[in-house]
């Protein structure tokens, strides 16, 4: 059993290499494999251990980054980070703990692969909006730079991600049943995914417009001094002599929090350029704080992180906040104990409208996600339906030179292919770059230095299957599925009980 509980750490650890910047699509093909062989002929109670330490594994490596806002940029101790960081993979490996504990009760004995990869499935699901979601790690998301990823228009993220777990359970069950039937039968199935890909559409959605010219700047301004006050001047002085030259661009873009402070305090700065550029009949958007004022909140007024077309007054505020980051739960009880990503003097707050309207660029509409939220592929689906393009802004500083920043980018380009659309994503030192409606980097400024990406994106109508359908046609097949297996057990528990 020992051995088995390290192979079950090992194999969950090694699933991070399936993502960016590793890419190593075969580890996403295997690791899924090994736990479902681990878990035959295990009580559950041993399912449940050797499900958390796959989860440990998995968290643990993937989501590693956690540790450089915590310690680097919330000042903490590196043994009191690493602590919280092994608590935070700790308690999100217990979904693999749940997930194995419901495969091998109540499913292991009928259809078992098929049930195991189901439920794999539904948890991935359920990570999309469990305690407001933590949508990371998808398997679907190793398939972007392979054949597969053009199924993503089809069912998003989540129909990739069966395909994934489809083929790594098929490679299973050749090591289960060792016979040249079941060996025809897995080959045959994976040559039938992989040769399907070749045959989808690439293409569905069509242009609403000529091509627009677009600047984002990259300002690669230091966590450690943003938002300190003294620092305000120069924050603005940057943004402004590096857009300076770049008016008569039909759009400029500036990251997530750009501007650390209100606009009101700065619009009076700002304005100069601003009427230059809507003089050229264009746009500068900004992501920055909005404050609004609120009779019901206990501070007479709601703080927003926001996206503002300075020029055109049309705005987005962020919907999905992260929590102890940019939010507080229970924050009179709490704030204190769990500030430590050093956000200063304010917490953001939830919007009252859940619908809001797309962001008005010109003559087009802009789908908007702030950082976290392009991780959530319903959300942005919804969202990017009647869009003309997506924009992500980001402000990643806070995971440094991690591996998250890059996991990151991988999931916003991957949202391009589900909708059908361009994307361009800001980020205060990178990765700032412009997609296009296959996923495909079409330009891309260097990371951790101060640019100027200079590209153009092509405004696209039209809806894809999966933005018509969603994940719900998949969830509906799973849930079906799992109650087939259910009544299945009832009757043969039944049967026993009367032999």
Same mark, same amino acid.
């Given at each position: 059993?020992?051995k088995?509980?390290?192979?079950a750490l090992?194999?969950?650890?090694?699933?991070t290499l399936?993502?960016?910047p590793?890419?190593?699509?075969?580890?996403?093909?295997?690791?899924p494999?090994?736990? *479902?062989?681990?878990?035959?002929?295990?009580?559950?109670?041993?399912?449940?251990?050797?499900?958390w330490?796959?989860?440990?594994?998995?968290?643990?490596?993937g989501?590693?980054?956690?540790?450089?806002?915590?310690h680097?940029y919330?000042?903490?101790?590196?043994?009191?980070?690493?602590?919280?960081?092994?608590?935070?993979?700790?308690?999100?490996a217990?979904?693999?703990?749940l997930?194995?504990?419901?495969?091998?009760?109540?499913?292991s004995?009928?259809?078992?692969?098929?049930?195991f990869?189901?439920?794999?499935?539904?948890?991935?699901w359920?990570?999309s909006?469990?305690?407001?979601?933590?949508?990371?790690?998808?398997?679907?998301?190793?398939?972007?730079?392979t054949? =597969?990823?053009v199924?993503?228009?089809?069912?998003?993220?989540?129909?990739?991600?069966?395909?994934?777990?489809?083929?790594?359970?098929?490679?299973?069950?050749i090591?289960?049943k060792?016979?040249?039937?079941q060996?025809?039968?897995?080959?045959?199935?994976?040559?039938?995914i992989?040769?399907?890909?070749?045959?989808?559409?690439?293409?569905?959605?069509?242009?609403?417009?000529?091509?627009?010219?677009?600047?984002?700047?990259?300002?690669?301004?230091a966590?450690q001094?943003k938002?300190?006050?003294n620092?305000?001047?120069n924050?603005?002085?940057?943004?402004?002599?590096?857009?300076?030259?770049?008016?008569g661009?039909?759009?400029i873009?500036?990251?997530?929090t750009?501007?650390?402070?209100?606009?009101?305090?700065?619009?009076?700065?700002?304005?100069?350029?601003?009427t230059?550029?809507?003089?050229?009949?264009?746009?500068?958007?900004?992501?920055?704080?909005?404050?609004?004022p609120?009779?019901?909140?206990?501070?007479g007024?709601?703080?927003?992180?926001?996206?503002?077309?300075?020029?055109?007054?049309s705005?987005?505020?962020?919907?999905?906040?992260?929590?102890?980051?940019?939010?507080?739960?229970f924050?009179?009880?709490?704030?204190?104990?769990?500030?430590?990503?050093?956000?200063?003097?304010?917490?953001?707050?939830?919007?009252?409208?859940k619908?809001?309207?797309?962001?008005?660029?010109?003559?087009?509409?802009?789908s908007?996600?702030?950082?976290?939220?392009?991780?959530?592929?319903?959300?942005?689906?919804?969202?990017?339906?009647t869009?003309?393009?997506? =924009?992500?802004?980001?402000?990643?500083?806070?995971?440094?030179?991690s591996?998250?920043?890059?996991?990151?980018?991988?999931?916003?380009?991957?949202r391009?292919?589900?909708?059908?659309r361009?994307?361009?994503?800001?980020?205060?030192?990178?990765?700032t770059?412009?997609?296009?409606?296959?996923?495909?980097?079409?330009?891309?400024?260097?990371?951790?230095?101060?640019?100027?990406?200079?590209?153009?994106?092509?405004p696209?109508?039209?809806?894809?299957p *999966?933005?018509?359908?969603g994940?719900?046609?998949?969830?509906?097949?799973?849930?079906?599925?799992?109650?087939w297996?259910?009544?299945r057990?009832?009757?043969?528990?039944?049967?026993?009980?009367?032999?």
């Amino acid at each position: 059993m020992k051995k088995k509980a390290l192979l079950a750490l090992l194999s969950g650890a090694a699933t991070t290499l399936a993502f960016a910047p590793f890419n190593l699509f075969a580890c996403a093909l295997i690791t899924p494999a090994i736990l *479902y062989l681990l878990l035959k002929n295990h009580s559950v109670k041993q399912a449940c251990l050797l499900g958390w330490l796959y989860g440990l594994g998995f968290f643990g490596t993937g989501v590693s980054w956690v540790y450089v806002s915590i310690h680097t940029y919330g000042y903490t101790h590196p043994i009191v980070a690493a602590t919280l960081t092994l608590l935070f993979c700790a308690a999100l490996a217990i979904l693999f703990l749940l997930q194995a504990w419901l495969y091998q009760k109540y499913f292991s004995a009928i259809r078992s692969a098929l049930s195991f990869g189901v439920i794999w499935l539904l948890f991935e699901w359920l990570r999309s909006w469990l305690f407001t979601g933590f949508p990371w790690l998808y398997l679907g998301y190793s398939t972007l730079d392979t054949p =597969l990823s053009v199924y993503a228009v089809i069912g998003g993220v989540w129909l990739n991600s069966a395909l994934v777990i489809v083929i790594s359970l098929s490679l299973a069950m050749i090591v289960v049943k060792r016979s040249t039937r079941q060996l025809v039968i897995s080959v045959s199935l994976i040559t039938l995914i992989i040769g399907t890909s070749f045959v989808i559409p690439t293409q569905w959605t069509h242009s609403s417009g000529a091509k627009i010219d677009i600047a984002i700047v990259q300002p690669d301004i230091a966590q450690q001094t943003k938002w300190q006050g003294n620092q305000l001047g120069n924050i603005v002085e940057r943004y402004y002599q590096m857009s300076k030259p770049l008016i008569g661009n039909n759009v400029i873009i500036w990251p997530e929090t750009a501007i650390p402070s209100f606009y009101q305090n700065v619009d009076g700065f700002f304005a100069p350029l601003v009427t230059a550029q809507q003089q050229q009949g264009g746009s500068i958007i900004s992501g920055l704080p909005m404050q609004e004022p609120d009779n019901n909140h206990p501070d007479g007024r709601r703080i927003h992180n926001s996206i503002l077309n300075m020029t055109q007054g049309s705005y987005y505020h962020k919907q999905r906040l992260v929590p102890f980051g940019e939010y507080v739960p229970f924050q009179a009880e709490f704030r204190d104990l769990f500030n430590f990503l050093n956000i200063p003097e304010l917490t953001f707050s939830i919007p009252e409208v859940k619908n809001q309207p797309l962001l008005s660029v010109g003559d087009y509409h802009y789908s908007t996600a702030i950082c976290y939220e392009i991780a959530y592929p319903e959300l942005v689906r919804q969202y990017s339906k009647t869009a003309d393009i997506i =924009l992500t802004v980001s402000n990643d500083t806070w995971f440094s030179h991690s591996i998250g920043p890059d996991q990151h980018f991988q999931i916003a380009r991957m949202r391009a292919v589900e909708n059908g659309r361009w994307l361009i994503r800001s980020a205060n030192n990178g990765i700032t770059a412009v997609v296009d409606a296959q996923g495909k980097v079409v330009d891309i400024a260097p990371r951790y230095t101060q640019a100027v990406l200079k590209s153009s994106v092509q405004p696209l109508q039209g809806l894809t299957p *999966y933005q018509r359908l969603g994940v719900w046609p998949l969830l509906a097949g799973y849930f079906a599925f799992l109650l087939w297996v259910l009544v299945r057990r009832k009757i043969e528990i039944t049967k026993k009980a009367k032999q």
